[in-house]
């Protein structure tokens, strides 16, 4: 096979954990040092101590990792050389004709575990409650650094750079017009693929918009008052983003400026699951409702099958250093010049108001404000974001 033909092969790849790593980490969840109960009664100081006991009992005692890995299993994976990396993605295609080709993708702290519950809706809506036209071939890559993918070995892997990629997995893999989705991390990645315009892509869905006022920004990162003449939606999402600044950025700064420092997570499951459980204040407090056994739009088995995720990859430095890679604000409009559509679930770092969008998002597709969800919504909240999809990519469709 010619050298380059080798390059751009696309390769079966499959989910193989070998039962030594299943037990050693086992071992460690059983010999993990605990520190002291906190010093006050909610989640101000961390993660509390009995949240994390309680889901060490569960994931030594009784989590299956095989459950999660025969799941992975049961869809089509792949791997690829893009770049000089490895780039692993499950590709479902639809049975039914005239299915629009969609590449989602996953953020920091999740993986292509966030995606699993949107699949079988999103391929073959008939028999989710949808119509034939409303089919996705979908594509759902692990981000560089990220679960099976590979880890770079050199600097220069940022949302830019991956959003270059996806379009070359999309065109590798047969797709001539495509659309892109994403949260969190992938919220930029598709905002960037919307800058850059690729003739391929039609347009892209966002469940964390780029979509922040520069002055708001400054403001919100400042401490400072709210702007005057704020509507009540936009005073909410100021207020969002105070307490983010405030209270919630600590971890996205350390990954920024200093991810290869955070050799703990990479040493200790324990430290790992606290560190991604501690992402944003609403999710930390619905997985400790879920280790309460609270019944929730998470189950303790979704928790731990993408901290274990993590784990098995030892992924955990990697997937930090994107932080550190990228250059671009998490927030603020990036000049996407695509179709967009925009789904605001209340409970996300901040729910982006229509008036936000409509300026950052000059070819507004579709604007919704949801009831209920919050930052891993696809994960959460899949049926509405099932639905979503649906409705804010129809006008792509020809």
């Known amino acids: 096979m010619p050298a380059k033909s080798k390059k751009t092969a696309i390769r079966p790849f499959t989910v193989e954990v070998p039962q030594s790593q299943l037990d050693d980490l086992r071992t460690r969840i ?11 009664a909610d989640l101000t100081q961390g993660v509390q101590l009995a949240t994390m006991q309680s889901l060490a009992r569960y994931w030594a005692a009784d989590y299956d990792w ?12 792949f791997i690829t050389e893009i770049d000089g990396l490895d780039i692993h993605f499950i590709h479902v295609r639809s049975q039914h004709e005239n299915a629009l080709p969609l590449i989602i993708t996953h953020g920091w702290p999740g993986s292509i575990v966030e995606q699993l519950k949107i699949i079988e809706p999103l391929t073959d809506p008939t028999a989710h409650g949808g119509k034939a036209e409303d089919a996705f071939h979908l594509v759902i890559p692990s981000m560089p650094g990220y679960g099976f993918s590979g880890t770079p070995k050199t600097t220069g ?9 996806w379009v070359e997995l999309m065109k590798r893999l047969g797709y001539h017009e495509f659309a892109a989705q994403g949260g969190d991390w992938g919220a930029l990645i598709v905002d960037m693929m919307g800058v850059q315009a690729a003739p391929e892509l039609l347009g ?73 459980l501690d992402h944003d204040a609403r999710s930390t407090e619905l997985i400790a409702r879920v280790f309460q056994g609270k019944k929730e739009g998470l189950t303790r088995d979704d928790v731990l099958d993408n901290i274990t995720l993590y784990w098995l990859t030892n992924t955990a430095i990697s997937a930090s250093r994107l932080y550190w890679e990228n250059k671009l ?43 209920k969800g919050g930052h891993f919504a696809a ?18 469709r020809h």
């Open 30 to 40: 059983e010999a993990m040092r605990w520190p002291e109960k906190e010093t006050v």
């Open 66 to 77: 095989r459950r999660c890995e025969a799941r992975l299993n049961s869809y089509p994976n």
């Open 157 to 165: 892997w940022g949302p830019d750079h991956i959003g270059r990629a």
């Open 204 to 276: 892209i869905h966002t469940n964390m918009a780029g979509a922040v006022p520069p002055e708001i920004d400054k403001a919100a990162l400042a401490g400072a008052e709210a702007p005057s003449g704020l509507s009540d939606d936009e005073r909410h999402a100021f207020d969002q983003l105070s307490f983010f600044y405030a209270k919630g950025l600590a971890y996205a700064q350390e990954m920024g400026n200093r991810p290869q420092t955070l050799y703990g997570i990479a040493d200790s499951p324990i430290g790992l699951a606290a560190w991604i």
């Open 329 to 371: 604000a998490f927030f603020a409009p990036k000049g996407v010049s695509v179709p967009v559509a925009v789904s605001a679930y209340p409970d996300e770092i901040y729910s982006a108001p229509r008036s936000w969008v409509e300026r950052a998002y000059p070819q507004l597709l579709h604007y919704n404000k949801l009831d």
């Open 379 to 396: 994960w959460e909240q899949p049926k509405s974001f099932t639905e979503e999809l649906r409705v804010g990519l129809r006008p792509l």
